[in-house]
T-cell receptor, first 114, second 116 residues
């Protein structure tokens, strides 16, 4: 199993540009989520999904869109990038049952908005 | 309003000694707590967890203690090894609502350095 994969690893955007961060998992996990990590802030939940076709907002959803058309993929869209979105983004997944909270994280995407 | 706090940004210990990482929370409805470990340029990896109905959980060198009355949990690593040097995040889950969403609230992280 590849686990949770994220692309790209690094990205530089200009203010106002849009882009999609890709996330895929091959573990047949129902639950997927996106976090951002900023210095001194820990990881903050952006959006999450409890299954294909179901998404909901986390703590910091503004400026981001998500969709979940398949169990495997959970892309994160930045609609109009802003310098405040400079961060490291992590995608995570977990089983819907059992020990739900033991989430498996991808390696991250480091995004810089100039 | 930070619901999960790790007040020590960093901790340095000698190899072979005990490392104690602390975490405080404010929401009494949190019912599950986890510790994650993160190396540079990698995603966090799950380390150990504890349910709010327990006060201790042990896995090899790692033990998590939960004090619900104080809203405090700690991670003990004994003995500490240089490979344990990483950032440690505590996280909490609130499932007091109608559905089990698995949403986690993370602390800011503590950087542990274990010196040989």
């Amino acid at each position: 199993n590849a686990g949770v994969t994220q692309t790209p690893k690094f990205q530089v955007l200009k203010t106002g540009q849009s882009m999609t961060l890709q996330c895929a998992q091959d573990m047949n996990h129902e639950y997927m989520s996106w976090y951002r990590q900023d210095p001194g802030m820990g990881l903050r939940l952006i959006h999450y999904s409890v299954g294909a076709g179901i998404t909901d907002q986390g703590e910091v959803p503004n400026g981001y869109n998500v969709s979940r058309s398949t169990t495997e993929d959970f892309p994160l869209r930045l609609l109009s990038a802003a310098p405040s979105q400079t961060s490291v983004y992590f995608c995570a997944s977990s089983y819907s049952g059992g020990i739900l909270y033991e989430q498996y994280f991808g390696p991250g995407t480091r995004l810089t908005v100039t | 309003d930070q619901q999960v706090k790790q007040n020590s940004p960093s901790l340095s210990v000698q190899e072979g000694r005990i490392s104690i990482l602390n975490c405080d929370y404010t929401n009494s409805m949190f019912d599950y707590f986890l510790w994650y470990k993160k190396y540079p340029a990698e995603g966090p990896t799950f380390l150990i967890s504890i349910s709010s109905i327990k006060d201790k959980n042990e896995d090899g060198r790692f033990t998590v203690f939960l004090n619900k009355s104080a809203k405090h949990l700690s991670l003990h690593i004994v003995p500490s090894q240089p490979g344990d040097s990483a950032v440690y995040f505590c996280a909490a889950s609130d499932n007091s609502g109608s559905s089990n969403t698995g949403k986690l609230i993370f602390g800011q992280g503590t950087t542990l350095q274990v010196k040989p």
